[in-house]
């Protein structure tokens, strides 16, 4: 079978860039190893999810955000940042920003059952799951795909081979891409945990000397217990890999007076807290975000320190720009899978993944330094920057993935057959490796 495009993963990057593309004359082969309904999908899970408004408009765009924020959002309309132990502190305001919510909570199962049911009413997306990839094989004028699917052996051949299966991409391995790795000798420990009094829509990130606690604002779906609306969170406690085992061993009563002596009362007082789990952290980028017949995105592209919550966001970001390019080159009669196309998502992407990553690695090393010095000197950085409006526009403006080029959907516009080559030809400058549309 011979498609346009093949998307490997149909977890939230894959099934995003599917929606992206629907109003576009392609056929797309949607990959998926793990039933969107089973609960072992491990990109559908309970976890909370943290959606910058710059991807808020991107879903609304595409045309999922009603849904799922019927299914159930949290607004964030305020973020403290602070330090254990240190007298500075910072606050971003969405009112400050001119925009209704700095960005949103949902759980990923939320989030898939808005993809999922959105798939479905796409007629040129064509749903392969459970498969998994076998092998394959980038030629000159295709992809061609091996899949174990329904117990036998199923050929594809695309023009395009989109890589979106995970931070162990299996296409990545196939074709031997190139890519960069930085351990940070730290695991996030993962819980939702309730307090006694309400989270007022305030996101907390407080640094320590294990690394970064966040508080996320993550109030139960629809489908949930409407009692915990309004006091429950999402934690995401940032650990050295050593005291891992040890976390995870703790009952509730002493995890919650551990996180209540290490965080503090802003937040109020814990009273429970749900089954935890743990993820080691790492960078990685891939050094080529597109190749020849491939492009790489979400976490098969990259994986960045869950501080400041940029994960999703910027998978969600490749999605939009890839989707962009694709349209463009349909519209000027280019081949969706050549080099000379992808190269420009390659170079659109770059300065974004440069610029999150040297935010996020910078925040993680700068604050994992205890020198006295070094900590006198975040603190009166806290300090001036709650005291330097536009500094601090900025870092919201960073946060809320609204810096630098943006895709149409980042804009509000859907990605559509463009009428013209001029309306969506993107060029990169040779002098700045800028994009501009």
């Known amino acids: 079978m011979t498609y346009d495009i093949a998307i490997i993963g149909g977890g939230m990057a894959g099934a995003s860039l599917a929606l992206a593309l629907k109003e576009l004359p392609l056929s797309i082969a949607l990959v998926e190893a793990v039933p969107f309904e089973s609960a072992a999908q491990p990109a559908f899970d309970a976890r909370a999810i943290a959606l910058a408004a710059g991807s808020q408009r991107i879903l609304q765009a595409m045309g999922v955000w009603p849904a799922l924020a019927a299914r ?20 971003l305001e969405a009112a400050e920003e001119n925009v209704a919510a700095l960005g949103y909570v949902a759980e990923g199962r939320v989030i898939g059952a808005a993809l999922t049911a959105a798939l479905a009413q796409c007629p040129n997306v064509e749903l392969l799951c459970p498969a998994e990839l076998a092998a394959v094989q980038v030629a000159g004028d295709a992809a061609d795909i091996q899949l174990s699917h329904g117990g036998a052996v199923r050929n594809l051949r695309a023009r395009l081979l989109v890589a979106a299966d995970g931070g162990r991409s299996t296409v990545r391995e196939q074709v031997g891409a190139p890519t960069w790795e930085l351990g940070y000798g730290q695991t996030a420990v993962i819980a939702t945990v309730t307090t006694d009094r309400p989270h007022g829509n305030t996101a907390y990130e407080r640094f320590t000397d294990t690394g970064p606690l966040a ?17 429950r969170w999402s934690l995401v406690w940032t650990v050295r890999d050593g ?21 503090g009362y802003r937040a109020g007082r814990f009273v429970r807290a749900s089954e935890r789990h743990a993820y080691p952290l790492a960078l990685r980028f891939v050094r080529e975000a597109a190749g020849e017949r491939i492009a ?3 976490n098969a592209a990259h994986a960045i320190h869950p501080v400041a919550g940029q994960g999703f966001n910027l998978g969600l970001r490749d999605v939009a720009a890839l989707a962009q390019v694709i349209a463009g080159a349909v519209g000027r009669g280019a081949d969706i899978g050549r080099l000379a196309v992808l190269k420009d998502y390659a170079a659109w992407r770059r300065p974004d993944y440069l610029r999150t990553a040297a935010f996020t690695d910078g925040l993680v090393r700068t604050y994992s330094n205890n020198l006295p010095p070094l900590k006198l000197a975040r ?17 919201a403006r960073q946060s809320m993935g609204l810096v630098g080029h943006l895709p149409r959907l980042a804009c509000g516009l859907a990605v559509t057959p463009p009428p013209a080559v001029t309306s969506f030809e993107f060029r990169v400058s040779k002098t700045t490796g800028s994009g501009e549309s």
């Open 379 to 395: 603190n009166l950085g806290l300090l001036a920057l709650d005291a330097l409006p536009p500094l601090k526009h900025l870092l």
């Open 243 to 263: 005291q891992v085992d040890e976390m995870l061993a703790l009952d509730d009563a002493e995890f919650l007076r551990r996180l209540q002596q290490r965080f």
């Open 296 to 298: 790489y995105i979400g």
């Open 215 to 231: 508080l996320l604002p993550c109030d139960p779906p629809a489908d949930g217990d409407a009692a915990l609306h309004g006091r």
């Open 72 to 91: 159930g959002v949290t607004a964030i309309e305020h973020i403290h940042v602070s330090e254990r132990g240190g007298f500075g502190s910072a606050r």
